[in-house]
């Protein structure tokens, strides 16, 4: 079964941020990218502009002291510029640790990323991690 390019895309992405390859990540998205992040703590809202969605994901790895990890579990697509990922997250930040699942719903334009909103499992569990 062939993969569909807009799931191959949200994988590749998944592979550079797992590597760190922010340069590689930010070719995948569109200057005015946003990530929507849930809840209420210091990551939550609208980060607007590829440098601002990039500097979310370098603080992910700072906040954590690198332990933060995302397992992949699947990606879907709908063929008409929507994609779907669904994936565990685990970090951990001083005396606290993660374990949750998330989602992420992509919309993808002329092959790159321009709008990201994320789902977890246990919003108010997420928020106590991150705050």
């Known amino acids: 079964m062939s993969q569909h390019p807009d799931c191959a895309l949200i994988r590749r992405g998944y592979e550079a941020f797992g590597k760190g390859d922010m340069e590689a990540l930010g070719a995948m998205m569109t200057a005015d990218v946003i990530h929507h992040v849930p809840g209420n703590n210091p990551l939550s809202g609208h980060h607007k502009g590829r440098e601002a969605v990039l500097d979310l994901y370098r603080r992910l790895g700072e906040e954590?002291?690198?332990?933060?990890?995302?397992?992949?579990?699947?990606?879907?697509?709908?063929?008409?510029?929507?994609?779907?990922?669904?994936?565990?997250?685990?970090?951990?930040?001083?005396?606290?640790?993660?374990?949750i699942r998330?989602?992420?719903?992509?919309?993808i334009v002329g092959g790159k990323i321009t709008d990201i909103d994320e789902c977890t499992e246990d919003i108010e569990e997420n928020d106590a991690f991150w705050r």
Do not use: N, P
């Not at 992949?72 to 709908?78: E, F, G």
């Not at 998330?102 to 919309?107: D, I, N, R």
């Open 102 to 107: 998330q989602g992420l719903f992509f919309t």
């Open 64 to 99: 954590t002291h690198g332990t933060h990890q995302l397992e992949l579990h699947s990606v879907m697509a709908d063929g008409r510029g929507h994609a779907m990922s669904f994936h565990t997250q685990r970090a951990d930040r001083g005396d606290r640790g993660i374990e």
